[in-house]
């Protein structure tokens, strides 16, 4: 599982200590991948910073997407259930696929 | 005769402001996190008391207070309540359609960014050295 925000590493293992994460958070402060994967929220943060709009994409072990969630509103991001269905819907096609 | 304390209206704006500040408190709770039941139950509770303290204010003035404080205070539970749901309703749904995001199918760009402590991690090393049954990349805002 990875994290992506314009954070600072600093701020992010802030975050990760406070909360008591143990995922991996990335920083990405120019918004370059938040960009390449075009999901960029211009002026979206505070004092119309350049932030990454929440988004959930799932992974496979061949690099290829299969699965997305793209929200319609920030404040609704996906439960924790509806990923972990997403990783085992995929389950079979990764065991006898690539 | 002395007029009454006009309780419905104070009690209901009470209510109706205690609401709208409980939906950061419930964002913890998925149900209460992706719609707001307990601030919209609150804001029609609460709005029924200030209509009802109100209308009797106004039509026995002599038994009860609250015409001026409680148009005051009408006033104020309609503008904080049409705050709270156009941030929660409008505000908050104005992002990008993101339509060139990758689709299911395709392939997840390749990347390098650094970790929490600075290490650099690059999303195909991760599929290839640690092949996990899956990554799961989760933009999020940020500024916490």
């Known amino acids: ?98 | 005769m002395k007029r009454s304390w006009n309780a419905p209206i104070w009690i209901g704006f009470a209510v109706l402001v205690a609401g709208l500040f409980s939906y950061p408190l419930l964002f913890r709770f998925p149900t209460t996190r992706d719609f707001p039941w307990v601030s919209v139950a609150s804001i029609l509770v609460g709005g029924a008391l200030i209509i009802v303290g109100l209308a009797r204010a106004f039509r026995e003035p002599q038994r009860y207070r609250g015409r001026i404080g409680g148009s005051i205070a009408a006033v104020l539970a309609i503008g904080l309540t049409g705050l709270f749901l156009y941030s929660t309703f409008v505000g908050a749904r104005k992002i990008p359609a993101s339509t060139g995001a990758p689709q299911v199918g395709s392939r997840a760009p390749d990347f390098t960014l650094p970790d929490q402590d600075g290490n650099p991690v690059t999303l195909s090393k991760v599929l290839a050295d640690s092949k996990p049954a899956a990554v799961v990349l989760i933009f999020y805002r940020g500024f916490w």
């Open chain 1, 1 to 98: 599982m990875l994290a992506i925000s314009v954070d600072p590493p600093e701020t992010s293992k802030k975050l990760r200590q406070d909360r008591g994460y143990s995922f991996t958070f990335l920083s990405d402060p120019k918004a370059e991948v938040i960009r390449r994967y075009d999901v960029l929220h211009p002026g979206g943060g505070p004092g119309e910073a350049e932030i990454a709009r929440p988004a959930e994409f799932v992974i496979d072990p061949g690099g290829v997407v299969r699965w997305v969630n793209l929200t319609e509103s920030i404040l609704v991001r996906a439960r924790p259930e509806q990923v972990l269905a997403a990783v085992s819907a995929m389950g079979p096609a990764v065991a006898h696929g690539r």
